[in-house]
């Protein structure tokens, strides 16, 4: 399984990206795909968690405002929609899979596969 995250970038405050994490190996309508982010000096935190079922678990509340997560099954992959970004928004973004588990989880421990990150600078 492999996934790749794509679609960070720069961009100024107040504005939007679109994350991707499109996946081969693995078909992301059968399990869940979870979304984390690595701030500069910072642990990496769980964002949100959008499950087999379409629901989004998240995991900073703070960010139900803003984020929303989507699928779509005819490219496997899962996307990661922010809006109104800021500067405390500024991180890497991974997105994890544990294919063959349908359970979503706020610890980057549970899941087995990665992606390598795509970096989201927000400025001011």
């Known amino acids: 399984v492999q996934l790749q995250a794509s679609g960070g970038g720069l961009v100024q405050s107040g504005g939007s990206l679109r994350l991707s994490c499109a996946s081969s190996?693995?078909?992301?309508?059968?399990?869940?795909i979870g979304w984390f982010r690595q701030a500069p000096g910072k642990e990496r935190e769980a964002v949100l968690c959008y499950s087999r079922g379409g629901a989004t678990i998240f995991y900073v509340n703070s960010l139900k405002d803003r984020f929303t997560a989507s699928r779509d099954n005819a490219k496997n992959t899962v996307y990661l929609q922010m809006n109104s970004l800021s500067p405390d928004d500024t991180a890497v973004y991974f997105c994890?899979?544990?294919?063959?588990?349908?359970?979503?989880?706020?610890?980057?421990?549970?899941?087995?596969?990665w992606g390598q990150g795509t970096q989201v600078t927000v400025s001011s």
């Open positions: 994890a899979a544990k294919p063959g588990s349908t359970v979503c989880s706020g610890s980057g421990l549970w899941y087995r596969y």
């Open positions: 190996g693995s078909t992301v309508d059968r399990h869940a």
